[in-house]
């Protein structure tokens, strides 16, 4: 059964860093593409990059370059979403989700919510 | 960049076809996927590749592409289909997802 299972909730005040994951399971990881995507309150889905397990590659929404990391451990089957100074407006739910290159999200996590206040 | 326009809302009576389109320049030759999003829960993917339903999904759920404008009809409309619904595509390597339409069952 293919799974992506996603950290937990996290209050963070602005300033400060954070790392949440996402762990895959049930198929070969390094034939999928993940990807996060950004949902604010009450918003839309934002694409915010993705990274190929393959090698490592990544690639980013122009507005979310430099804003965030994307990274993974092949090793665990787990990929990272990583911010060094959050700031108010990261106040989102994060998804990861994964595609067969550039074709469809087949498989989302269950989503991260960051919420960041001081 | 590559944009994709959905109307955010759309209605439809019980039992009634519904149908949510996604717009974009010459979109007929780009893949196009559709999500559903119920409150409080993740994306779920309903069509992919235009036209074509993951396991799961009921054949009440059919998509088309054509010209400038994507469609995903929803046939006999049950108060269940209401959700946020998204459409999705990709522009070379980086991922587009409409704005979202609003489903009500009337």
């Known amino acids: 059964e293919v799974q992506l299972v996603q950290s937990g909730a996290e209050v963070k005040k602005p300033g400060e860093s954070l790392r949440i994951s996402c762990k895959s399971s049930g198929y070969s990881y390094t034939s999928y593409w993940i990807s996060w995507v950004r949902q604010m309150p009450g918003k839309g889905l934002e694409w915010m990059g993705n990274?190929?397990?393959?090698?490592?590659?990544?690639t980013y929404s122009p507005s979310f370059q430099g804003h965030v990391t994307i990274s993974l451990d092949k090793s665990i089957s787990t990929a990272y979403l990583q911010w060094s100074s959050l700031k108010a407006s990261d106040t989102a739910i994060y998804y990861c989700a994964r595609s067969l290159g550039i074709l469809q999200f087949d498989f989302w996590g269950q989503g991260s919510l960051v919420n960041v206040s001081s | 960049s590559y944009d994709v326009t959905q109307p955010l809302s759309v209605s439809a009576a019980l039992g009634q076809t519904a149908r949510i389109t996604c717009g974009g320049d010459?979109?007929?030759?780009?893949?196009v996927h559709w999500y559903q999003q119920k409150p409080g829960q993740a994306p779920v993917l309903v069509i992919y590749r235009e036209s074509y339903r993951p396991s799961g999904i009921p054949e009440r759920f059919s998509g088309s592409n054509s010209g400038n404008t994507a469609t995903l009809t929803i046939s006999r409309a049950q108060a269940g289909d209401e959700a946020d619904y998204y459409c999705?595509?990709?522009?070379?390597?980086?991922?587009?997802f409409g704005g979202g339409t609003k489903l009500t069952v009337l």
């Open positions: 010459n979109i007929g030759i780009k893949n």
């Open positions: 990274i190929d397990p393959g090698d490592s590659y990544t």
């Open positions: 999705h595509v990709w522009d070379s390597k980086t991922a587009v």
